[in-house]
């Protein structure tokens, strides 16, 4: 499996902490999420953290009953010849070719899952997002950036 380079947001450091908060990637087996974050539209998930950087998922709102974790799992190691004898129900099969034709790649681990937040159904369909602090820090010191350089160059 080839691995592909993260879509990347960018926001600013103050509120690189709170969107920390809504990490669920321990929480998702049990059906519970501490947040969703929204950036231009689109939901996020948090299910990595490293640093001041947040790996996430993109999800929808969807009628669509997905997966399970556990049956995600179960799906991911059968595809990959880990269950030995163990052969998925048709109704499991069903389920999983009818979300194929939904989501994307759906052999990657947490698509195809599908979660409760705030009484609504949520479904996983694309990974590969990290969400980074900004270097420069916040909107007034990118809005105030250029000025640097010339106050430099004024020294000279």
Not at 17 to 29: A, F, P, R
Not at 70 to 77: K, Q, Y
Not at 104 to 133: C, M, N, P, V
Request: charged share 35%; aromatic share 10%; net charge negative.
């Amino acid at each position: 499996m080839e691995t592909q380079e993260p879509d990347i947001i960018r926001i600013d450091k103050k509120y690189i902490e709170k969107v920390k908060s809504y990490y669920s990637g321990d929480s998702l087996t049990q059906d519970k999420v501490r947040g969703l974050y929204t950036h231009e539209g689109k939901h996020y998930l948090v299910l990595g953290l490293k640093g001041d950087t947040c790996g996430c998922v993109e999800v929808i709102k969807s009628d669509v009953q997905g997966l399970t974790h556990h049956e995600a799992s179960l799906m991911r190691n059968y595809f990959d010849g880990y269950c030995g004898d163990w052969k998925p129900s048709a109704e499991l099969l069903e389920k999983y070719e009818m979300l194929d034709d939904l989501v994307e790649d759906i052999d990657q681990f947490y698509l195809g899952i599908s979660f409760t937040y705030r009484k609504e159904q949520y479904l996983i369909i694309r990974d590969g997002i990290e969400i980074h602090a900004k270097e420069t820090g916040n909107e007034v010191q990118e809005e105030w950036a250029w000025a640097r350089n010339e106050q430099e160059e004024i020294k000279l």
